[in-house]
């Protein structure tokens, strides 16, 4: 059996006092379009130099297709990637650039070079000097710059920060078409709504811990119902005496409630014959933001409520 892409066991990395990385466990399959979100400081970065090697852990281990990336450079064979905001002489041209890369990774890699530019959209103004490129031009030569080498794995920190809503759009279909051409790639964002049109399964993590594993589908789980009606009090009581709905969130005069679907109408005529006047019922899906958003809320509570247990 083929080694998964990306194997990682209790992985930790300190600087001094502080754990930045924090016994972390995840494992990205052949073919995964992974998002590893977070917060900003949560360790995402942290974690993706250890993968390629930049930086060595404090314990645990990493493996690529089986190889420990800190054995050497043929431990990289078949990854690529970029950690933050890619690098380009901006003096030189969009093809200039590649082709020293190229120069350097050696083997067929220059051959590679106009498939990659035509990938990521760039052919058109590769002669240009990269100084006069948008951000979102040089994340996708960024790409570009990986997909010279051919890779089986593609490693990519944040590439949709700082892009316009044009340069988020196109970004998020590169991304979804090098994993529909059999790339396996891991997304570190914080871009929930990003992650959730282009990833297939996601890993959170917060305080350098890692909190759920789990595909996207699965993690945004069923549809809620969206509720209006008054008065408040008596709706309160009325989804209290059914027994089988959950109130998540009630702001601005608006329920959001977690029931199976096929039991919306009788949530409706339970209010209706308690006399509660309903102006709204509707389903919602669940937004992977609004799911994260409750977990890393836990977390961060918890480890507030662990900070004041040693004070």
């Known amino acids: 059996m083929a080694a998964a892409p990306v194997e990682i066991r209790g992985l930790v990395k300190r600087y001094g006092e502080i754990v930045a990385v924090d016994h972390v466990d995840l ?22 130099r250890m993968m390629l090697g930049l930086i060595v852990p404090t314990e645990g281990s990493v493996r690529l297709f089986g190889r420990d990336p800190q054995a050497g450079v043929a431990a990289l064979e078949g990854v690529a990637g970029f950690v933050e905001a890619p690098r380009f002489y901006p003096y030189l041209t969009g093809r200039r650039n590649l082709e020293l890369l190229a120069a350097f990774d050696g083997g067929d890699a220059a051959e590679r070079l106009p498939e990659a530019l035509e990938t990521v959209e760039l052919t058109a103004r590769a002669k240009d000097k990269v100084g006069g490129y948008s951000h979102g031009m040089r994340q996708r030569l960024g790409i570009a710059a990986a997909l010279l080498r051919d890779p089986k794995l593609l490693l990519l920190d944040e590439p949709a920060t700082g892009l316009d809503p044009a340069g ?8 979804r078409r090098l994993g529909d051409e059999g790339h396996t790639v891991i997304l570190s964002s914080h871009m929930l709504g990003e992650v959730q049109q282009v990833c297939d399964r996601v890993g959170v993590i917060s305080y350098g811990r890692m909190i759920l594993e789990s595909t996207v589908e699965e993690l945004r789980g069923e549809s809620e119902l969206v509720l209006r009606a008054s008065p408040y009090d008596v709706v309160r009581a009325t ?28 949530v409706t005529r339970a209010l209706v014959l308690a006399g509660v006047e309903v102006r709204e019922v509707r389903r919602a899906d669940r937004q992977l933001e609004d799911v994260f958003f409750e977990i890393t809320t ?4 918890n480890e507030a409520a662990k900070e004041a247990s040693h004070v």
Do not use: C, F, W
């Open 27 to 48: 494992t990205v399959q052949a073919g995964d379009v992974y998002g590893y979100l977070g917060p900003n400081g949560a360790g995402k970065t942290t974690s993706l």
């Open 168 to 175: 988020m759009r196109d970004m998020r279909a590169l991304i």
């Open 239 to 266: 989804l209290d005496d059914l027994g089988y709905v959950q109130v998540v969130s009630a702001a601005d005069g608006e329920l959001r409630l977690r029931v199976e679907e096929h039991l919306t109408g009788d």
């Open 298 to 301: 836990n977390e961060a509570s």
